[in-house]
C-alpha cells in the first residue's frame, strides 16, 4: 500500500496555532489519526483533545502529499466536524472551519488520503448541528449511493436538518455527469447539488447550499469508470 505524508493547522479563537502531521498515512485507509507535530512548533504525539483541549478552533486546513478524501474530528465514535482539505501543490488558503469547534478531551483529528487515480467519493457535509461523512466506491460505469462511513446508511437516514456547507471529492471521472453529487428526495426528485473537486488539482471548497432532507433522501453520483 502507498502512504502519504499529511499536516494541519488550524488556529484556535485564543489566538494559538496548532500544528498536526501523520509522515505516513496509508492511501484508502479509513480516518487515520494525526497527532500533534512538528517539533519545534508542537508538543509531538498528543491527539487532538489532549493538545488543544480548551480552545475553540476557528480555521484550519488538513492538507495531504497528493491526494486528500476528506478529513474530519471525531469524538466518541460519532463526527462532531468536517474539515478543509487540500494537496501541498494545489494549497492556496486557511479556511474558516464551517462552524467553531471546542475542543474536548478524547477528539481525535482523522484523515483519509487516495492516489490520485483513485475510485473513491467522499460528500462531507454541514447542517446547523450535524456533521458526516458519506462515501462510494466505484466499479464502473453506474449510479451509486453515497453512503455514511460510520453506518453504511443513506443520508436521510442519518441528516435531520436542511444541509447548509458541503464539499465532494473524486476521481478525474470526466465523463461523468453532472459533475458532482445529486441529492434526491423520497419522491425521486433531484434537490440539491454539490460539485465535484479533485484536491490533487485544486483546493475543494464548501458549497454553501440549502439542501432540504427527508428520510428516504439519497446523495448519488453518476460514475463513469
Known sequence: MTTQSCTATFMGRSGKVYTFENTAVTDGTA?????????????????????????????????????????????????????????????????????????????????????????????????????????YTSTGAATGNLVSILTGQNLGRVIKQPIRQAYFTGPADTTAAPGGAILVNGAGTPVGFVPLSLSSKAQPEYSAVNIAVDLNTVAQVVADA
Open 31 to 135: 480516518g487515520e489519526e494525526m497527532q500533534s507535530g512538528p517539533s519545534p512548533y508542537a508538543l509531538t504525539a498528543q491527539s487532538l483533545g489532549d493538545y488543544a483541549q480548551g480552545d475553540t478552533l476557528i480555521a484550519g486546513l488538513v492538507t495531504a502529499q497528493t491526494n486528500a478524501g476528506c478529513a474530519y474530528i471525531s469524538y466518541g465514535g460519532e463526527i462532531v466536524s468536517t474539515l478543509p482539505v487540500t494537496a501541498h501543490s494545489v494549497s492556496n488558503k486557511m479556511c474558516a472551519l464551517a462552524k467553531p469547534v471546542a475542543v474536548r478531551a478524547g477528539m481525535v483529528l482523522q484523515v483519509v488520503t487516495h492516489v490520485t487515480a483513485t475510485t473513491q467519493y467522499y460528500l462531507c457535509v454541514e447542517t446547523a448541528s450535524q456533521s458526516h461523512i458519506f462515501a
